[in-house]
């Protein structure tokens, strides 16, 4: 079964940030420099989620091992703003999870060429010379799968982790069709 290895979130503060204050006010926690990127970079710790703060007050949360680690992290970077007095109170407009990154393990050595052609040249990329593996993009979902030859698979573009479950199941069924694997 999948596995989530990666949360992607995002919000939105009803405020807008001068970074560079912010990030001086924040301390060694906080990076920003406008040259290389436009958004604050801030970690609670060297393994933490990361933090992308921009002027409007958009901000993304990378890294988080679940979907709780995200809302928690969110809480603790809603909490600091709010204890500097950079925002009245903790709360913020919205904040949804945009994308579960996922990986699984068929079991199995795959052969992505006959596979690229088993799963329809329409829906699959696989170009050796570019990239290791195979990328299919499944009808009807908005998930992306990667298959590499050590059957080692990620899924990616999930709301949710039922989406990755069943973009999974769906994977398995039509490779069991096509090459009898289980």
């Known amino acids: ?25 924040i301390g060694s926690i906080a990076e920003y420099d406008p040259d290389k990127y436009p958004g604050m970079y801030l970690r609670f710790g060297e393994e933490a989620p ?8 958009k901000f993304i949360v990378t890294g988080a ?10 809480e603790r970077f809603l909490k600091l703003l709010a204890e500097n007095g950079m925002i009245a109170n903790p709360v913020d407009e919205w904040f949804q999870i945009q994308n579960l990154v996922c990986t699984a393990e068929l079991g199995k050595s795959l052969n992505l060429s006959a596979l690229a052609i ?10 050796p010379e570019q990239f290791p593996g195979l990328i299919y993009r499944p009808s009807g979902v908005d998930s ?36 009898a694997v289980d």
């Open 1 to 25: 079964m999948p596995e989530i290895v990666n949360v992607v979130a995002s919000g939105s503060l009803d405020a807008e940030f001068d970074l560079e204050r912010v990030a001086a006010d």
């Open 118 to 127: 088993g799963l329809g040249l329409e829906n699959t990329e696989y170009e």
């Open 65 to 74: 091992d679940s979907e709780e680690e995200a809302h928690a992290i969110r």
């Open 50 to 57: 990361l933090i992308t703060l921009y002027r409007t007050g």
């Open 144 to 179: 992306v799968v990667l298959l590499f030859a050590t059957g080692r698979v990620v899924i990616t573009g999930n709301p949710d982790l039922d989406t990755a479950e069943q973009t999974f199941a769906t994977l398995r069924d039509e490779m069991t069709d096509l090459f």
